[in-house]
Structures are given as C-alpha cells and as structure tokens.
C-alpha cells in the first residue's frame, strides 16, 4: 500500500500501514502515523466507485451493511465513544473531507497489546462489556433514548446481519465430496455445513425472534486492543441494530478463522465469553435465550463461509488476514465450522 496522500501526510513523517481488508470498496487505506505532534491512525475513506468485488462495495444508501460514511458519523455523533460503557472506540482527533471526495478520519492510537495477543480471560472481559452494553439497548431502534430532539440516526446499519451473510458470493453448485474437502473434513462434518447452508434463509429469519439490541457487528481481536486503561474496539463502520448474542457469537468463531490465536483455546474462549456475555446482560435475557441466540446467530453470520471455501478449492484464497496454505486452512478452521455445526444443531433443534 503507498503512502498516504501527500495533503494527509508530509513527506518525512512517518507512514506505516496497517493491516485491512483491501477489498472493501469503502477503505482508502490505514496508516498509522502522527498528527499535530501525537500518534495518530489515519483512514481514508472512499465513496462508492472504486474498483473490487461487488460483494465489498460501498454504498450511498444509509441503511446499507457498508454505508461509505457510516464510521465517520459514529465518531462525529459520540456513540463510538459510548455506546459501551467500557469499551469505547479510540479518541476521534479530525474528520477531513478532500476535494476528491473521500473522507480522511484521523483517530489517536490506541497504544497497547494488539488484540490477536489476547488471552481467553481478555475475551471474556470483552465480552462482559458487550453484554453490559447490549442491556443498555435492548428493545431496538424504537425504544432507544436519544438525546433530547433527536431522533435515531439514519446511518445506523438497517439489517446488517441479513444484508451481509446473504450477499456473500457463493457460486453453486458447492462441491461438498471434493478429494480436498473429503481428506480434510469428515463426511459428518460435510454433511452438516451442507444441510446448514441449505437451511440458511431459515436460520437467519430465525434471527429475528430474538431481542433486538445495538451490535457493532464486527468485534474480532484485530479490531481490538488491550490498552492500560481497558480494552479499546475499533472499526465502528459498521454499528446497527441486531439480534441480541451476535457480536459475543463473532468474538468466538472469528478469533480463530484466520489462524491469527491457537485455535486449541476454542472451547475455552467459547465458555469464557459466554459467561462474560450473561455477566454483562445482569438477567436483562434470560439464561437460555441467551445461550441460543449466540449460538444461532453465530450459525446465521458464517453460514456461507464453508461452501465459500469449497468454491475456491484449487484457487485464490481470498484471504486478507489469513497466510496458511489452503490445507492448513482447511484443517485450521475445521474445529471451528465443528462448533458451527453445533451451534446450528442446538440453536434449530
């Protein structure tokens, strides 16, 4: 990735890039550099045009999963900062809108350990935020208190988890007894991805019968980081409301996906986030609902993610933050798609 604008970013101050999905249509790039004489992270944002998958574009639509603009209104609003008691977004230093249309958001650094070197009781901390902060917002969009005036916001994500698993580019038909798949996943395994994808409009309206609260909708270690004074979330482009267990369901499934954590802590961090996660609720959910609705809708959000993977056997990847080989992909990941299935079962039973 090249340097930053030179408008941005003078020649001679420091630019180094961080990693991102290059794919998304919305993100210019993020470097971390300084700004006014601090450490800063800059992020360009784009409005829609630039050229990638279809899958990844962004969008003029407000209500939209990848609304160009969405992140920079969260800052600008105050809801990154606190939506979650505990859990706030980094300080938002400037918002710069350039003649070329894009949007550079300049947000301090949050100094710390980076999430993928977390620990499972770091996760389960997280996860107590969330709970906290998810009870905070239960009800939906129609029963939220916003200030005195004002209504809620237009750029809030309208149906994030249904608009994303379901625009995942899957090309049928899967192969499910590829040599590949059937050396690296048994046929109970395979069976039960391919009756999960086959159900998987009836899994996620399954979704909608659970309380509705305000879900970042993307809490994985990369977008976490574990400061002196807490952790710290980021990537706010997101933010919407959504099922209740769902960013609990994602910080157990996509800590491990892309090899960036041991996934031999899978069943400890799926028990230690849940049990942060019913911390956090204080009995505002009961007990079980909670249980499946982390379970359901952590089926609902990776329902695709296998056929995905099958689709591409012998090609591309596709990865952005994943550097195995495909079969160590194949064999990373299967513990997780294990659990999947799992949840699936439980949550549909």
């Known amino acids: 990735m090249p340097r930053p604008p030179v408008d941005l970013v003078p020649a001679g101050v420091p630019a180094e890039t961080l990693t991102h999905n290059t794919l998304n249509g919305v993100t210019g790039g993020i470097w971390r550099t300084r700004r006014d004489g601090r450490p800063a992270v800059l992020k360009?944002?784009?409005?829609p045009g630039r050229p990638g998958p279809i899958h990844w574009a962004a969008s003029e639509d407000p209500g939209h999963w990848n609304y160009w603009r969405r992140e920079v209104e969260a800052y600008a609003?105050?809801?990154?900062?606190?939506?979650?008691?505990?859990?706030?977004?980094?300080?938002?230093?400037?918002?710069d809108d350039r003649p070329d249309g894009t949007?550079?958001?300049?947000?301090?650094?949050?100094?710390?350990?980076?999430?993928?070197?977390?620990?499972?009781?770091?996760?389960?901390?997280?996860a107590h935020h969330l709970g906290a902060g998810h009870a905070r917002w239960l009800g939906g969009p129609s029963t939220w208190n916003w200030p005195a005036g004002s209504r809620t916001p237009e750029w809030l994500a309208r149906d994030w988890l249904r608009d994303y698993t379901l625009s995942?580019?899957?090309?049928?038909?899967?192969?499910?007894?590829?040599?590949?798949?059937?050396?690296?996943?048994p046929h109970s395994l395979r069976a039960g991805l391919r009756e999960l994808w086959e159900r998987r409009h009836e899994v996620v309206a399954a979704t909608d019968a659970l309380p509705r609260t305000l879900?970042?909708?993307?809490?994985?270690?990369?977008?976490?980081?574990?400061?002196?004074?807490?952790?710290?979330?980021?990537?706010?482009?997101?933010?919407?409301?959504?099922?209740?267990?769902?960013?609990?369901?994602?910080?157990?499934?996509?800590?491990?996906?892309?090899?960036?954590?041991?996934v031999a802590l899978l069943d400890e961090v799926a028990q230690v986030v849940l049990d942060g996660y019913r911390a956090g609720l204080r009995g505002s959910v009961d007990a079980a609902t909670v249980v499946r609705a982390v379970r359901l809708t952590g089926a609902a959000k990776y329902v695709w993610?296998?056929?995905?993977?099958?689709?591409?056997?012998?090609?591309?990847?596709?990865?952005?933050?994943?550097?195995?080989?495909?079969?160590?992909?194949?064999?990373?990941?299967?513990?997780?798609?294990?659990?999947?299935?799992?949840?699936?079962a439980e949550a549909l039973a």
């Open 44 to 47: 360009l944002l784009a409005p």
């Open 77 to 95: 609003s105050g809801l990154a900062a606190t939506a979650y008691a505990g859990l706030p977004g980094p300080e938002p230093l400037a918002v």
């Open 103 to 126: 949007v550079a958001l300049w947000l301090a650094e949050a100094t710390g350990r980076p999430g993928i070197a977390c620990t499972p009781a770091d996760l389960g901390d997280v």
């Open 168 to 185: 995942r580019p899957v090309p049928g038909p899967v192969p499910w007894d590829h040599p590949v798949a059937v050396a690296a996943w």
């Open 215 to 262: 879900c970042h909708h993307d809490c994985w270690p990369m977008n976490l980081v574990f400061t002196a004074a807490g952790p710290v979330l980021l990537d706010w482009s997101g933010v919407g409301p959504g099922p209740v267990g769902e960013d609990a369901a994602n910080l157990v499934l996509d800590t491990f996906l892309d090899g960036l954590v041991d």
């Open 305 to 344: 993610l296998a056929p995905l993977m099958l689709t591409r056997l012998g090609g591309p990847t596709g990865q952005t933050y994943d550097r195995r080989d495909e079969a160590e992909i194949m064999a990373g990941r299967r513990p997780v798609l294990e659990l999947l299935v799992d949840w699936a």
